[in-house]
């Protein structure tokens, strides 16, 4: 989108939830790409970096993104990774091809309390999240609304700038780790509420 096209990075994550400006984002601290949406870096409305329960988004972005100017045309692993809640990894995490960009989540029922163990792996700064299925099993609870995009997606959306350069999508089979961009798109129904990256929205 602009941003992106502009600057030729995504923006940073803003590190306090109500601050809606972008921080710094630094290769030698990773979760430093871990916070709330830029809203104001952006020039959003806060009410769109909203879930349905008009709780914060949280977003995190692969810090190599961050940094401008980005080489796209040797670009590095990505320092965030994400798999399914038995661990089978849902992209990647060592390809150069195509690479985790993105991930904004929301909490869903289970902000402000106790959190699964896979709950708590996604709120760490450790930019290693889980996107699973809703479920309301008791001993395993996953409540968190998940949704990624790679570069590669990013470059279908805003065919534009450097940062934008084309990317062919990645090939698997059933045994590897997925690379799809079925989970890669953000819709208004992903959080209950207006969404700040779809098509339709320009900034990111």
């Not at 995190?60 to 100017?69: K, M, Q, R, S, Y």
Request: charge should be neutral.
């Amino acid at each position: 989108g602009i941003y992106a096209a502009r600057h030729n990075k995504l923006p940073c994550p803003a590190t306090l939830k109500t601050s809606g400006i972008s921080g710094l984002c630094s290769i030698s601290t990773p979760s430093s790409g871990m916070g709330y949406i830029p809203f104001k870096t952006l020039g959003l409305p806060e009410k769109m970096t909203l879930d349905g329960y008009g709780h914060p988004l949280r977003y995190a972005i692969d810090v190599n993104l961050g940094n401008d100017p980005y080489n796209s045309n040797n670009p590095s692993p990505s320092t965030l990774h994400i798999e399914a809640i038995d661990g089978r990894p849902l992209l990647d995490p060592n390809s150069k091809s195509d690479t985790l960009a993105l991930v904004i989540f929301s909490e869903g029922t289970a902000f402000a309390k106790e959190q699964s163990i896979s709950e708590q792996k996604n709120t760490a700064p450790t930019l290693d999240f889980i996107d699973a299925p809703f479920s309301l099993q008791k001993k395993t609870p996953f409540r968190h609304i998940v949704s990624w995009s790679t570069f590669s997606h990013l470059v279908v959306m805003h065919g534009k700038g450097t940062l934008s350069q084309s990317i062919p999508p990645t090939t698997v089979d059933d045994n590897s780790p997925i690379s799809t961009s079925s989970k890669c798109t953000i819709t208004p129904s992903s959080f209950g509420n207006t969404s700040i990256f779809d098509n339709n929205n320009p900034d990111f």
